[in-house]
């Protein structure tokens, strides 16, 4: 080894550079601290992320993850590959399985030496991000959620003892939604942080100054839209560059919208900036004088507009839009697409359910129906807007079939406030299973389709509701299509399962009655489920347990497809259209049926 070693050296001038500069940066390093830092190891099975220097350029600020020595990672096998050998591959670790612990460490450049962040309240396992740093450099804020998910704090650090001082905690007896997370950012004063919380029922804006005064900003019956849904550079929220005005997207008057509104720093009557009747991911232009939009509406996709800012003068009328692309092309602009209609009804409990309707323009005698539910659980499928993804794209196909489709936002959906958001605690398939009921008795009722004739479908969490709508209460659906459901959440994620269902071993109840493997023998009526074998989201294996209860319950009427190369989000071509194919076969077999 030290031979090739040599004989690199003399071959290359690359490997010399290399060499030379490795020698540099030892010199430099020592220079800098007058002798060379003691290294800081790293145990098995710890991670370093988030690496940030302090203003002052004194101190680094980490996180640290440390993974537990019990938990244990799903393996699983890929069985097409390049070398013609089966190859096993890992992801995360299961519920209930203890997650990564995560601190924060403060490291002086001079000494190399490591604090770390401590408070007493941590002693109960938590997990850090941050720090925030104020305008002038002078005060940090850390974000530390409990590992129960239950608690959340905003805290001040002291990165010179890596003590910290409480701001602002969030509590709910459910869960704290970290799907996506509060964002953090300062005040122009560096005196005050704001952030969002549910704590009045709704996603809301507040600020917090330095001796912990809080102040609500925002107010009503709607939520501020979260980071998830805008991508990077979208106000979410954000302050003016001058520090006098907020920007922020929400659903104030229509919950199946997204508009750019703003207001004054301390709060007041927030004014739309982007137009109604659609769903609008707004950009500011660094001036802060354009808003560059991404908009879409039923009627037409996803196009990039500009218009002034008309904040950014001395009054708030609307601004015209320009629009800036053109993305369709002309077969796709030949097709009579069909736009839905937006409509609500009750549930059990009262609870208002919003949908989308799409009626085909030549409607089967049968009259027949689906309902597409939306994958992802906290998400949202009744928006404004015209989605072209393969399914949607089906469900146009579908309407010249002559059913009709519905989709709903179920109890559990984002865009509804808190209580909304937490009907399913302890109990997934429960009141959002609800909610699907009382869509296909809107169906039946109200559209005129025949209760003996509606099918239901989804994927993700979409497919996991068609399981326990077909195994819970057999006979509502005539038939119903599986696609990478989850069967079991016992085999699902931490981060997910466990803010909703707690852990396994300790709320035993919560996972036998939210988890469809243990309802099959009540299957009755058609199923089809199909199912990537390289899912590392949803494991493939969730749906072979499944088959083989189903096996040794001897039932009959169902069929597992399986993608050999496919993940959780189907990406081949080939896929897509044997997938659509079957659906298409399954349903029409099922509910056109004389």
Not at 83 to 110: C, H, Q, W, Y
Not at 116 to 125: F, I, L, Q, V
Not at 205 to 211: G, I, N, R, S
Not at 460 to 474: D, E, H, I
Request: proline share 6%; net charge negative.
């Amino acid at each position: 080894q030290k031979f090739l070693e040599k004989q690199q050296a003399e071959l290359f001038g690359v490997v010399r550079e290399q060499e030379a500069e490795k020698e540099r940066r030892k010199k430099d390093e020592a220079a800098a601290s007058g002798r060379p830092l003691d290294p800081y190891y790293l145990a098995e099975g710890e991670t370093v992320s988030h690496l940030d220097l302090t203003p002052d350029g004194r101190l680094v600020t980490f996180l640290l993850a440390e993974k537990s020595r019990q938990a244990a990672d799903v393996m699983y096998q890929r069985l097409v590959t390049q070398s013609g050998f089966t190859e096993p591959a890992s992801t995360r670790a299961k519920v209930g399985d203890p997650p990564p612990s995560v601190k924060m460490g403060i490291l002086n450049i001079a000494d190399g030496k490591v604090k770390w962040a401590e408070s007493e309240k941590y002693k109960r396992g938590v997990i850090f991000a941050g720090p925030w740093w104020s305008p002038d450099g002078k005060h940090a804020v850390v974000k530390v959620l409990s590992t129960d998910f239950k608690d959340l704090w905003l805290e001040a650090l002291d990165c010179e003892t890596g003590r910290t001082r409480t701001l602002f905690q969030d509590h709910d007896d459910a869960w704290i939604p970290i799907f996506p997370s509060p964002p953090v950012g300062w005040l122009a004063d560096s005196h005050a942080i704001y952030t969002t919380s549910e704590r009045d029922g709704y996603r809301h804006l507040y600020t917090v100054d330095l001796e912990g005064n809080i102040r609500q900003l925002t107010h009503g019956r709607f939520d501020l839209a979260a980071a998830a849904e805008l991508g990077e550079g979208a106000p979410q929220p954000e302050l003016s560059r001058d520090g006098r005005r907020w920007y922020f997207h929400a659903n104030i008057e229509d919950s199946a919208e997204r508009n750019l509104y703003t207001m004054p720093v301390e709060g007041g009557t927030p004014v739309r900036l982007t137009p109604r009747g659609g769903w609008n991911r707004a950009f500011l232009s660094p001036d802060e004088k354009k808003i560059a939009l991404l908009r879409t509406t039923p009627n037409s996709v996803q196009e990039v507009y500009l218009a002034d800012n008309p904040a950014a003068g001395d009054d708030a009328k609307a601004a015209g839009l320009r629009r800036i692309s053109h993305s369709t092309t002309p077969e796709f602009e030949a097709v009579d697409w069909a736009a839905p209609e937006f409509v609500e009804f009750p549930d059990s409990e009262g609870t208002m359910i919003a949908a989308r309707l799409y009626r085909p323009r030549r409607p089967h005698p049968l009259h027949p129906a689906l309902l597409h539910i939306h994958g992802s659980g906290y998400a949202q499928i009744v928006r404004r807007k015209l989605d072209t993804d393969y399914l949607h794209t089906y469900i146009q196909y579908l309407l010249t079939r002559g059913y009709t489709i519905l989709e709903i936002d179920y109890r559990g959906s984002a865009g509804y406030g808190r209580d909304f958001r937490t009907a399913i605690y302890r109990h997934m398939g429960g009141e959002d299973l609800a909610s699907v009921l009382a869509a296909a008795g809107y169906l039946a009722r109200e559209q005129g389709i025949d209760p003996r004739r509606i099918g239901i479908f989804g994927r993700s969490y979409g497919g996991f509701m068609t399981l326990m709508a077909m195994f819970t209460r057999p006979g509502v659906f005539a038939a119903g299509a599986a696609m990478a459901p989850v069967t079991d959440w016992a085999h699902y994620n931490h981060g997910y399962t466990g803010t909703i269902l707690n852990m396994p071993q300790q709320d035993e109840e919560s996972f036998r009655r939210s988890s469809p493997i243990y309802f099959a023998q009540n299957l009755r009526d058609p199923l089809l489920v199909l199912h990537g074998m390289v899912d590392n989201n949803v494991l493939y294996q969730d749906s072979v347990r499944l088959s083989q209860r189903l096996l040794e319950l001897k039932k009959t009427g169902w069929q597992l497809v399986s993608y050999p190369v496919e993940s959780h989000v189907w990406a081949e071509e080939s896929t897509k259209l044997d997938c659509l194919r079957r659906l298409g076969e399954f349903f029409d077999n099922t509910l056109k049926k004389q």
